[in-house]
């Protein structure tokens, strides 16, 4: 069982940055894929980044490529997302999820009904 809990949301100017954390509890976070989606309203949650449990191959959406960053501190059980250059189509309440994938990895990391936990999500609201 892993528990989640998203923090460092808030309200950015158009171009200015933020980053999100990902805290967990649970013995065996360290070997859970960790994956960033967003959901704007009325719209679908999307993915955003993703993670493996080594810290190795983060990847990323087409539409924050180059703007964000993953990163994880398996010692301190968080995960992080590291927002550059926001727009206001960033805006969003972000969730971060856990999952196990292993060698499906690639095909894995990006499929929302695929991870087994999630946050409660964060609020990101970026002004014009």
């Known amino acids: 069982q892993v528990q989640l809990v998203e923090s460092g949301g808030g309200l950015v100017q158009a171009g200015g940055s933020l980053r999100l954390s990902c805290a967990a509890s649970?013995?065996?976070?360290?070997?859970?894929?960790i994956g960033w989606f967003r959901q704007a309203p009325g719209k679908e949650r999307e993915f955003v980044a993703a993670?493996?449990?080594?810290?190795?191959?983060?990847n990323y959406a087409d539409s924050v490529g180059g703007r964000f960053a993953i990163s994880r501190d398996n010692a301190k059980n968080t995960v992080y997302l590291q927002m550059s250059s926001l727009k206001r189509e960033d805006t969003a309440v972000y969730h971060c999820?856990?999952?196990?994938?292993?060698?499906?990895?690639?095909?894995?990391?990006?499929?929302?009904?695929?991870?087994?936990?999630w946050g409660q999500g964060t609020q990101v609201t970026v002004s014009s």
């Open positions: 649970g013995r065996t976070f360290s070997s859970y894929d």
């Open positions: 999820a856990a999952g196990r994938f292993a060698s499906t990895y690639h095909r894995r990391f990006s499929r929302v009904e695929l991870y087994d936990y």
């Open positions: 993670i493996r449990w080594s810290g190795s191959t983060p």
